[in-house]
């Protein structure tokens, strides 16, 4: 058995694509023009109830057609080839989707069968992945008896056991408590390095902070942003508290091209580049603003995806 | 204590797989089995088990008793014609037929329903299994457990008779080909009908029993309507509602290839010949295909 220690080995090609990507669904539009290249890695899929991260999902196996555009999952278009592409894509759904009846093992090995693995090998690795996710000593058991983290957790193993290039996870810390989502998070950050790329939806950014190397914001069925997502944060913000006027200060950061937010006296310079805390000094001297107080913050996935929305909104 | 002994695994990691993958017809292979599986209650609880094996066990004892009577009327000293006291093949087809019909109302939900209301399309569907893939397969295993469950007794009755016959094995064999393909043949007419009409109650239902209560009520209660237009004279209906009469059509057919008196028929009352039952079977089964298929393409 080996543990794998290198990424998907497709360098950094984009995994996902697409090119002016539109679905509707009647008068409903569910994504509108995406453009998306998404680098291998663990990718967070991050956006509001109705934003479109589950249609794209759904476009990305093959099960929806778009209205137009493109899509292409590891430089394959998915119209051309959606059975073969699934056949290395592994999806774990929101929702419920255990048989009751069944036992994990059971469960997990016939996934990997639908996969196309074969039967006894399928068994082997029902067990190996059922062990993976901390479910060894309860494959026997019958789905229905299983708890909401047990459950999560075969529904992770399922979505691996046939090998897959790429893993697309719903929500997959959904109903779980704290302990059980780290544990989950645990196993996830882990995937990458055993050759697979991750696409991770969640409206718990917290999880995508820990857990992704980049980043997919959807908003309304448009992307509004996607991008690096830099430990611990995206970026480094400078706040600055001020005697007086605020403007000229302000006016001075975003004539260096720094992004500048004020509530009141206080200004907010946010930066990826480190070069910030220079900007801010130098346009402290040339707005001859005076400093009342001074600090930095490191800006959460919530404020840049709060920022880019309210962005993309006007 | 050595190094060697203090070891413990701590992780396994992951394995990746370079092997064969079989594609579709792998992933419809497997759904064949785990239906086959599903339907007989196998790998599952004890109490899933109880209903399937209660009917297999009716249906192959029933065959096993008759296979008995024969036995012990050919020893007895006095010649017994036991075909004038208990049914031969078209007789036993008669009882067996209300069996399957219980099967094919218990199988034909197994089948589909979990997998729907317990979310477990949304995982078949993100393998290259195409829902079109599904239902095929779904079909074959429907077609395989309740064709098995008609012929599997009917080959016993069949051999058992063959065993016993003052003619000999070989040439009762021999004298009896029809059988060979009329209990098939009549097999699948009732099984067109049976799995057609199970599917689309199981396409819709929420719970296993609802879409079984539902099959055979409709089953029976177009029974009873065709009757009812039939028997009352004030008010007779228009002829064709005899054809309304689903569970009917199978029967007429199968007396139709049995050779048998079929007059006391609903259809054949209303004036109806036996081609045109087999045509409602067909067209009963295009329509739930075409319905079923609907069904599932407004599901994903």
Not at chain 1, 89 to 109: H, K, N, W
Not at chain 1, 187 to 211: A, C, K, P, Y
Not at chain 2, 153 to 166: E, M, R
Not at chain 2, 172 to 186: H, Q, R
């Given at each position: 058995m080996?543990?794998?220690t290198?990424g998907?080995?497709?360098?950094?090609a984009?995994?996902i694509?697409?090119?002016?990507?539109?679905?509707?669904?009647?008068?409903?539009?569910?994504l509108?023009?995406?453009?998306?290249?998404?680098p291998?890695?663990?990718?967070?899929?991050v956006g509001?109830n109705?934003?479109?991260?589950?249609t794209?999902?759904?476009?990305?196996?093959?099960l929806?057609?778009?209205?137009?555009?493109?899509?292409?999952?590891?430089?394959t278009?998915?119209?051309?080839?959606?059975?073969?592409?699934?056949?290395?894509?592994g999806?774990?759904?929101?929702?419920?989707?255990l048989?009751r009846?069944?036992?994990a093992?059971?469960?997990?090995?016939?996934?990997a069968e639908?996969?196309g693995?074969p039967?006894?090998?399928?068994?082997r690795?029902?067990?190996e992945t059922?062990f993976?996710v901390?479910?060894h000593e309860?494959?026997?058991?019958y789905?229905g008896?299983?708890s909401?983290?047990?459950?999560?957790r075969?529904?992770?193993?399922?979505?691996?056991?046939?090998d897959?290039?790429?893993?697309l996870?719903d929500?997959?810390a959904?109903?779980?408590?704290?302990?059980?989502?780290?544990q989950?998070?645990?196993?996830?950050?882990?995937?990458?390095g055993?050759?697979?790329n991750?696409?991770f939806?969640?409206h718990?950014l917290?999880?995508?902070e820990?857990?992704?190397?980049?980043v997919?914001?959807?908003?309304g069925g448009?992307?509004?942003?996607?991008?690096?997502?830099?430990?611990?944060?995206?970026?480094?913000?400078?706040?600055?508290?001020?005697?007086?006027?605020?403007?000229p200060l302000?006016?001075?950061?975003?004539?260096?091209?720094?992004?500048v937010?004020?509530?009141?006296r206080?200004?907010?310079?946010?930066?990826a580049?480190e070069e910030?805390?220079?900007?801010?000094?130098?346009a402290?001297?040339?707005?001859?603003?005076s400093?009342?107080g001074?600090g930095t913050?490191?800006?959460?996935?919530?404020?840049?995806?709060?920022a880019?929305?309210?962005?993309?909104?006007? | 204590m050595?190094?060697?002994?203090?070891a413990i695994?701590?992780?396994?990691?992951?394995?990746s797989?370079?092997?064969?993958r079989?594609g579709?017809?792998?992933a419809?292979?497997?759904?064949?089995?785990?239906?086959?599986r599903?339907?007989?209650?196998?790998?599952?609880k004890a109490?899933?088990?109880?209903?399937p094996?209660?009917l297999?066990?009716l249906?192959?004892?029933s065959?096993?008793?008759?296979?008995?009577?024969?036995w012990?009327?050919?020893?007895?000293p006095?010649s017994?014609d036991t075909s004038?006291l208990f049914?031969?093949?078209?007789?036993?087809?008669?009882?067996?037929?209300?069996?399957a019909?219980?099967?094919?109302?218990?199988t034909?939900?197994q089948l589909?329903?979990?997998?729907?209301?317990?979310?477990v399309?949304n995982?078949?569907?993100?393998r290259?299994?195409?829902?079109?893939?599904?239902?095929?397969?779904?079909?074959?295993?429907f077609?395989?457990v309740i064709?098995s469950?008609?012929l599997?007794?009917?080959?016993?009755?069949?051999?058992?008779?063959?065993?016993?016959?003052?003619a000999?094995f070989?040439?009762y064999l021999?004298?009896t080909?029809?059988?060979?393909w009329k209990v098939?043949?009549?097999?699948l007419?009732?099984f067109t009908?049976?799995s057609?009409?199970?599917?689309?109650?199981?396409s819709?239902a929420?719970?296993?029993?609802?879409?079984a209560?539902g099959?055979i009520a409709v089953?029976?209660?177009?029974?009873?309507?065709a009757?009812?237009?039939?028997?009352?004279g004030?008010a007779?209906?228009p002829r064709w509602?005899?054809l309304?009469a689903?569970?009917q059509?199978?029967?007429y057919?199968?007396d139709?290839?049995?050779d048998?008196?079929?007059?006391?028929a609903?259809?054949?009352?209303?004036g109806?010949?036996p081609?045109?039952?087999?045509l409602?079977?067909?067209?009963v089964a295009?329509v739930?295909?075409?319905?079923?298929?609907?069904?599932?393409r407004?599901?994903?």
């Amino acid at each position: 058995m080996t543990n794998g220690t290198t990424g998907p080995g497709v360098g950094d090609a984009p995994i996902i694509e697409t090119r002016d990507l539109h679905k509707h669904f009647g008068d409903v539009q569910a994504l509108a023009g995406v453009d998306l290249a998404v680098p291998p890695g663990i990718t967070g899929l991050v956006g509001a109830n109705g934003a479109g991260k589950t249609t794209l999902i759904r476009l990305l196996l093959g099960l929806t057609a778009p209205t137009s555009g493109h899509v292409a999952v590891f430089g394959t278009p998915v119209a051309k080839d959606a059975a073969g592409l699934r056949a290395r894509i592994g999806y774990m759904p929101e929702g419920s989707c255990l048989p009751r009846d069944q036992t994990a093992a059971d469960f997990v090995a016939y996934a990997a069968e639908l996969a196309g693995i074969p039967s006894a090998e399928a068994r082997r690795r029902a067990s190996e992945t059922l062990f993976l996710v901390g479910l060894h000593e309860e494959r026997f058991r019958y789905l229905g008896d299983f708890s909401t983290g047990m459950q999560q957790r075969v529904k992770l193993a399922q979505s691996i056991v046939h090998d897959p290039r790429l893993v697309l996870l719903d929500e997959p810390a959904s109903g779980l408590d704290p302990a059980g989502r780290d544990q989950m998070l645990e196993v996830i950050d882990r995937f990458h390095g055993f050759g697979m790329n991750v696409l991770f939806s969640s409206h718990l950014l917290d999880d995508i902070e820990q857990t992704c190397d980049w980043v997919v914001m959807l908003d309304g069925g448009r992307l509004i942003r996607s991008a690096p997502l830099d430990p611990p944060g995206d970026g480094t913000a400078v706040s600055v508290e001020v005697f007086g006027d605020p403007l000229p200060l302000v006016a001075a950061l975003t004539a260096r091209g720094i992004e500048v937010t004020h509530a009141g006296r206080i200004v907010t310079a946010v930066s990826a580049s480190e070069e910030v805390f220079v900007s801010v000094r130098d346009a402290l001297a040339d707005s001859g603003s005076s400093v009342r107080g001074m600090g930095t913050d490191l800006r959460s996935l919530e404020d840049v995806f709060m920022a880019a929305t309210k962005q993309a909104n006007g | 204590m050595s190094s060697q002994e203090s070891a413990i695994i701590l992780d396994r990691g992951y394995r990746s797989y370079d092997g064969p993958r079989t594609g579709r017809r792998g992933a419809m292979a497997a759904v064949v089995k785990e239906g086959y599986r599903r339907v007989l209650g196998l790998r599952r609880k004890a109490k899933r088990k109880l209903f399937p094996w209660t009917l297999i066990a009716l249906a192959l004892g029933s065959a096993g008793i008759l296979v008995a009577v024969e036995w012990i009327s050919s020893s007895l000293p006095v010649s017994l014609d036991t075909s004038e006291l208990f049914p031969r093949y078209a007789g036993y087809f008669d009882f067996i037929s209300n069996v399957a019909l219980l099967f094919a109302a218990f199988t034909g939900p197994q089948l589909l329903v979990p997998d729907r209301t317990q979310g477990v399309l949304n995982i078949y569907f993100s393998r290259p299994l195409a829902v079109r893939d599904y239902l095929m397969a779904k079909g074959a295993t429907f077609a395989a457990v309740i064709l098995s469950f008609w012929l599997f007794p009917q080959l016993l009755l069949h051999l058992g008779y063959a065993a016993l016959s003052p003619a000999g094995f070989l040439s009762y064999l021999g004298e009896t080909t029809d059988i060979l393909w009329k209990v098939p043949a009549a097999a699948l007419v009732f099984f067109t009908m049976h799995s057609s009409l199970a599917f689309v109650a199981a396409s819709f239902a929420k719970r296993v029993g609802t879409a079984a209560a539902g099959f055979i009520a409709v089953l029976v209660g177009l029974n009873l309507v065709a009757l009812l237009f039939q028997e009352a004279g004030s008010a007779p209906g228009p002829r064709w509602t005899s054809l309304l009469a689903l569970e009917q059509h199978p029967r007429y057919v199968r007396d139709w290839i049995f050779d048998l008196d079929a007059s006391i028929a609903i259809p054949a009352q209303a004036g109806y010949g036996p081609e045109a039952s087999l045509l409602m079977v067909i067209g009963v089964a295009v329509v739930s295909v075409a319905v079923v298929g609907w069904r599932y393409r407004r599901l994903t």
